[in-house]
């Protein structure tokens, strides 16, 4: 409901409107395409032409759809149409400069990007979809356009494999650093 | 992975699971693997968008007009409601049609269906021996007709005539496609019987009809032999003596299909008719010699046999 009414004052002419609602959505779009890319200035370029075509399509937007859901549409046709024509897979390199900060959640998120790296296209992006930008099932199913089981399959294998991956590489890395970082979260219990 | 309490996400109480990874150690890397993923998407979650790509793209979006509503076009809103006009309307035509034409006579008028007389011998039948076409068999035949006068009144209408020649080459073709076998024993005693009576190289008088010049064919000949004969369309040029080969019939005896070849001559002569009001001139047949020669056996396919059947 206060999507539709930022929308409809947009539509009426409020400018102020429209640079709340890039402000508010635009973290977690570029957030999406950054982990989906790998790389900062092409997420910042995706970004950006995700909301000029949202801002296009604005006056066509159906009130039965989430605002967000909708972006996230957007920023996934924009990504798929940048995997299309650039064919870049190698996210590993620039995701390991992104975080300077050597923290223990910091570490772990570099171990889990490499980790994600490795999964297919589909479980990553449901994955990041459903965990990272915290979307529902439906939801994600509304923004790739799959099934709700598809999406629930996917999540399963994706986890399966990230759990693998991390039993592989991921714990003998954190052992021999564990001791010289602090930790910054403490979680306890598996991973749902 | 194999222990199976590895893919069990959040089923079992927490105690149990922590009862179950002192004694798993397969379950207890697990465990440290899991609080590493949720670690990673809680750092993931909380990964800032850089400034500067907010600040541009703001003020790119600050470049563009502002969105307004897109109003559907004119003929966008009326479509449907011209689609559904359009179908009643095309109903409607459809069953006024069908309530007016139900029952009416046809508009066109069936063409009078014509067949020719069965004596009548193709132009080139004397070169080749073959049968006259079905083109040629349904052919008009008329017959003479003055030419129209103010004494006479107006042209009579063209009197057209079915020979049973006709009639049983037709049935006989729709027998060979229904029941072939059933149809033969109807058929060739008739022609055996018409056959015996055709003396041999003994010359059979006709007597001798009337033609004029317009006429195409002639009237069935008496033989008995049925299709075929003669299909004479009397010119100057084919007054005299002529001697043809005649396909004169199709038999069926059987299994077999037999061609019977007939060898005739017959001679044409003109002479001048008082007709009243005025003298015409026709041509007249005047003696035929019928002559049977071998017939040709033509055995069906799949059943052929020696024999003749005559």
């Given at each position: 409901?206060?999507?539709?009414?930022?929308?409809?004052?947009?539509?009426?002419?409020?400018?102020?409107?429209g640079?709340?609602?890039?402000?508010?959505?635009?973290p977690?779009?570029?957030?999406?395409?950054?982990?989906?890319?790998?790389?900062?200035?092409?997420?910042?370029?995706?970004?950006?032409?995700?909301?000029i075509?949202?801002?296009?399509?604005?006056?066509?937007?159906?009130?039965?759809?989430?605002?967000?859901?909708?972006?996230?549409?957007?920023?996934?046709?924009?990504?798929?149409?940048?995997?299309?024509?650039?064919?870049?897979?190698?996210?590993?390199?620039?995701?390991?400069?992104?975080?300077?900060?050597?923290?223990?959640?910091?570490?772990?998120?570099?171990?889990?990007?490499?980790?994600?790296?490795?999964?297919?296209?589909?479980?990553?992006?449901?994955?990041?979809?459903?965990?990272?930008?915290?979307?529902?099932?439906?939801?994600?199913?509304?923004?790739?356009?799959?099934?709700?089981?598809?999406?629930?399959?996917?999540?399963?294998?994706?986890?399966?494999?990230?759990?693998?991956?991390?039993?592989?590489?991921?714990?003998?890395?954190?052992?021999?650093?564990?001791?010289?970082?602090?930790?910054?979260?403490?979680?306890?219990?598996?991973?749902? | 992975?194999?222990?199976?309490r590895?893919?069990?996400f959040?089923?079992?109480?927490?105690?149990?699971?922590?009862?179950?990874?002192?004694?798993?150690?397969?379950?207890?890397?697990?465990?440290?693997?899991?609080?590493?993923?949720?670690?990673?998407?809680?750092?993931?979650?909380?990964?800032?968008?850089?400034?500067?790509g907010?600040?541009?793209?703001l003020?790119?979006?600050?470049?563009?007009?502002?969105?307004?509503?897109e109003?559907?076009?004119?003929?966008?809103?009326?479509?449907?409601?011209?689609?559904?006009?359009?179908?009643?309307?095309?109903?409607?035509?459809?069953?006024?049609?069908?309530?007016?034409?139900?029952?009416?006579p046809?508009?066109?008028?069936?063409?009078?269906?014509?067949?020719?007389?069965?004596?009548?011998?193709?132009?080139?039948?004397?070169?080749?021996?073959?049968?006259?076409?079905?083109?040629?068999?349904?052919?008009?035949?008329?017959?003479?007709?003055?030419?129209?006068?103010?004494?006479?009144?107006?042209?009579?209408?063209?009197?057209?005539?079915?020979?049973?020649?006709?009639?049983?080459?037709?049935?006989?073709?729709?027998?060979?496609?229904?029941?072939?076998?059933?149809?033969s024993?109807?058929?060739?005693?008739?022609?055996?019987?018409?056959?015996?009576?055709?003396?041999?190289?003994?010359?059979?008088?006709?007597?001798?009809?009337?033609?004029?010049?317009?006429?195409?064919?002639?009237?069935?000949?008496?033989?008995?032999?049925?299709?075929?004969?003669?299909?004479?369309?009397?010119?100057?040029?084919?007054?005299?003596?002529?001697?043809?080969?005649?396909?004169?019939?199709?038999?069926?005896?059987?299994?077999?299909?037999?061609?019977?070849?007939?060898?005739?001559?017959?001679?044409?002569?003109?002479?001048?008719?008082?007709?009243?009001?005025?003298?015409?001139?026709?041509?007249?047949?005047?003696?035929?010699?019928?002559?049977?020669?071998?017939?040709?056996?033509?055995?069906?396919?799949?059943?052929?046999?020696?024999?003749?059947?005559?």
């Open positions: 409901l206060r999507d539709e009414g930022l929308v409809g004052r947009i539509l009426r002419g409020d400018k102020a409107a640079e709340r609602l890039v402000s508010e959505h635009y977690r779009v570029y957030r999406w395409l950054r982990h989906l890319t790998g790389s900062v200035d092409t997420a910042e370029e995706l970004t950006q032409q995700t909301f075509k949202a801002w296009q399509c604005l006056g066509g937007l159906r009130a039965e759809g989430s605002l967000s859901v909708w972006l996230h549409r957007i920023a996934y046709h924009q990504y798929t149409h940048w995997l299309r024509d650039r064919k870049v897979d190698c996210p590993l390199e620039e995701t390991s400069a992104v975080s300077p900060d050597r923290t223990m959640s910091a570490l772990d998120a570099i171990l889990l990007e490499r980790a994600l790296a490795q999964l297919s296209e589909d479980h990553r992006q449901t994955f990041l979809l459903y965990h990272v930008q915290e979307l529902s099932v439906p939801e994600v199913a509304g923004v790739l356009g799959v099934p709700d089981g598809t999406v629930k399959s996917r999540l399963f294998v994706a986890r399966q494999r990230l759990r693998e991956l991390l039993m592989d590489d991921g714990l003998k890395e954190t052992d021999e650093t564990r001791e010289n970082v602090p930790s910054s979260c403490g979680a306890e219990g598996g991973f749902r | 992975m194999g222990c199976n590895l893919t069990q959040s089923k079992t109480p927490k105690w149990a699971a922590a009862w179950h990874r002192q004694r798993c150690a397969e379950c207890r890397v697990a465990a440290r693997a899991d609080q590493m993923l949720e670690r990673g998407v809680t750092a993931l979650r909380g990964e800032d968008a850089p400034a500067a907010l600040a541009s793209t003020a790119a979006l600050s470049e563009m007009p502002l969105p307004g509503v109003a559907p076009s004119r003929a966008v809103r009326w479509a449907p409601r011209l689609a559904a006009a359009g179908a009643a309307c095309a109903v409607v035509a459809l069953m006024a049609g069908y309530v007016l034409n139900n029952g009416a046809p508009l066109h008028v069936q063409p009078l269906q014509v067949q020719p007389p069965p004596d009548r011998i193709a132009k080139d039948e004397g070169r080749n021996g073959h049968p006259p076409s079905d083109h040629d068999a349904h052919s008009v035949k008329t017959k003479a007709n003055p030419a129209p006068s103010v004494v006479n009144g107006p042209k009579p209408k063209p009197v057209v005539v079915a020979s049973d020649a006709v009639k049983e080459r037709k049935t006989l073709r729709h027998a060979r496609s229904n029941n072939l076998r059933r149809h024993a109807k058929v060739t005693p008739k022609r055996e019987t018409a056959i015996a009576a055709l003396p041999p190289d003994v010359d059979k008088s006709f007597g001798y009809r009337e033609y004029t010049p317009d006429a195409k064919t002639v009237p069935s000949q008496p033989d008995g032999l049925g299709g075929g004969g003669f299909g004479v369309r009397p010119l100057p040029e084919q007054v005299g003596e002529k001697h043809v080969t005649v396909v004169a019939s199709y038999g069926v005896d059987g299994n077999r299909q037999v061609k019977l070849a007939l060898s005739r001559r017959y001679v044409i002569r003109e002479q001048s008719v008082e007709v009243q009001p005025s003298p015409q001139h026709v041509y007249v047949i005047d003696r035929v010699s019928v002559t049977p020669r071998e017939p040709q056996v033509a055995s069906l396919p799949g059943r052929a046999k020696e024999s003749q059947v005559w």
